[in-house]
């Protein structure tokens, strides 16, 4: 399933597959206090990284600022069944030109985003991946 490269992780074809389709993906991060938080989000891979695109103000950002330690759950809606689990670290990388909603829309919807407010800061969290489980019934 996976093959590694230095300190992270290699997405093999059916994890590829998966993450490429229109799924969505569950987030967990730990707040401050250690208790957890959950997101569902849209996700695009690059390379053998996830990235999810953000507010720079939601608590999954705040928490990842504290705690870089994330974990991506990814189901193939057309088969429940097969699932990965991606834990790893995230990078908050600044998206000025708020390319990354642009593009999953495009994924997702085939369309442009909602327009946002200019004051508006969006973030990229790339996720490299420590440990990568898959599951196929």
Not at 26 to 43: H, M, Y
Not at 108 to 119: R, S, T
């Amino acid at each position: 399933m996976t093959t590694s490269l230095g300190d992270h992780l290699s997405f093999d074809d059916s994890v590829r597959a998966l993450l490429d389709g229109k799924n969505f993906a569950s987030v967990a991060t730990l707040g401050p206090d250690g208790s957890p938080q959950n997101s569902v989000v849209w996700i695009k891979r690059e390379g053998d990284t996830v990235l999810f695109s953000s507010t720079d103000r939601r608590q999954k950002v705040r928490n990842l600022r504290h705690d870089p330690r994330i974990s991506v759950s990814v189901y193939d809606l057309a088969n429940p069944y097969t699932s990965v689990e991606i834990r790893g670290t995230a990078e908050i990388l600044p998206d000025p030109d708020k390319r990354l909603p642009h593009d999953l829309s495009h994924k997702y919807l085939g369309i442009d985003p909602p327009a946002e407010k200019e004051d508006e800061a969006r973030v990229i969290i790339r996720v490299v991946p420590r440990k990568i489980v898959g599951f196929s019934a």
